[in-house]
């Protein structure tokens, strides 16, 4: 079976006020657009993790993530889509939500863990499955294999940009990112906004998937108090963001990056005339488990 992944996503330029005052030409990367509820950056990982497990003739994916992981949800759908059976470690104490609805749905079979077995996935892949059947897909797909399908990210893009954002958790797409920037010898800066707290971490995790993480531009700041966790204003923000452009972003990942974007325009940070591409990487099931906020 070939992978039929759905990719070439549209790039939209955003007219807006600031930016039209500020003359920095602001264009967004429609991956959220890949699918209708799985993440595009997440997506894009699977996709040589899916074409080796394919070529192995590995019958099922083993994979980890929290009770609102866009990882889980997008490895289930793959699974129903490539013929793989999946199965998800899901961190914490048994509970509902849509997102493991969906995932249920597709196929996977969740299985609840305290956090002290947890940490060690390697240990619960191994006591649960065997190597000749079933594959490791680490939390949020962490892995090299991942960084090639966003490196595609890149290739894809219509014209060379000063500038390229996106908001990271792992670092696996930046890193995608940047080699893929790298590789094609382009002078854009790439940026990565970490919505975790203390993103400093980050910089170890990219130079392990084999990326000089001084070729990155790590803006630590914009986390508002970790991950998952919002202020009012970044709701305001991500509010007047979706009502003035019509693109539905979330507090989780894409509202903290496109907050950073726009906070840094409003500092002067870019010169009149720069371009600047902002990865829109999904990740709207996001939402789901903050709809009353709204
Ligand atoms: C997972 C995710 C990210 C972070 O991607 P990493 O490769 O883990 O850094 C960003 N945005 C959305 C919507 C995501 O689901």
Known sequence: MSLDFHFNSPVEVLDLPLLRERKVQVSVKRDDLIHPFI???????????????????????????????????????????FGFKTHGFVRGEMVSNPVLSMCRLYGMKLQFVDRASYRDKEMLYEQNFSVQDAVYIGEGGFSVDATLGCKEIVQELPQEYEHIFV????????????????E????????????????????????SLGVNPENITFHTNYHFGGYAKYTAELLAFVTDFVQNT?????????????????????????????????????GLTGFLGMYDKF
Not at 58 to 64: G, N, P, Q
Not at 167 to 182: E, I, N, P, Q, R
Not at 184 to 205: A, C, E, M, W, Y
Not at 277 to 282: E, K, L, Y
């Open 184 to 207: 094609q010898n382009l002078s854009t800066r790439v940026h990565s906004i970490p919505v975790l707290k203390g993103g400093d971490f980050l910089k170890s995790d990219v130079q």
């Open 39 to 81: 993440s595009g950056n997440k997506w894009r990982k699977l996709k040589y993790i899916l074409m080796q497990a394919l070529e192995d003739r590995k019958k099922t994916l083993v994979t980890f993530g929290g009770a609102w992981s866009n990882h889980l949800l997008a490895t289930a759908c793959a699974g129903a889509k």
């Open 246 to 282: 019509g693109i539905m972003i979330e507090p989780t990942y894409t509202g903290k990056a496109f907050y950073a974007l726009f906070d840094l325009v409003k500092q002067d940070y870019f010169v009149p005339g720069d371009q600047v591409v902002i990865i829109h990487t999904g």
């Open 167 to 182: 908001a990271s958790g792992t670092g696996t797409t930046v890193a995608g990112l940047a080699t893929g920037v790298f």
